[in-house]
């Protein structure tokens, strides 16, 4: 699982670009960035790997834009 967790704290840059496009305000993008990160640790590890097993960190990536 922490290698899952290592994957997912290097996609900071491409969530923070993700979050330009809803708003330019930088304190909220951290605040959004943030969010989602924690969304990920609080999230069942089991549904989490599922994901990554399945589709790679691209999958996980594409949850964490629905998210």
Same mark, same amino acid.
């Given at each position: 699982?922490?290698?899952?967790?290592? %994957?997912?704290?290097?996609?900071?840059?491409?969530?923070?670009?993700?979050?330009?496009?809803?708003?330019? /305000? =930088?304190?909220? @993008?951290?605040?959004?960035?943030? %969010?989602?990160?924690?969304?990920?640790?609080?999230?069942?590890?089991?549904?989490?790997?599922?994901?990554? /097993? =399945?589709?790679? @960190?691209?999958?996980?990536?594409?949850?964490?834009?629905?998210?």
């Amino acid at each position: 699982m922490t290698e899952i967790y290592a %994957e997912i704290a290097k996609l900071s840059d491409k969530f923070t670009k993700m979050a330009y496009g809803l708003t330019t /305000d =930088k304190n909220q @993008i951290d605040n959004a960035v943030q %969010e989602l990160f924690l969304y990920f640790l609080q999230m069942n590890p089991e549904t989490l790997k599922k994901i990554y /097993d =399945k589709d790679g @960190i691209e999958g996980v990536t594409r949850y964490g834009a629905v998210a």
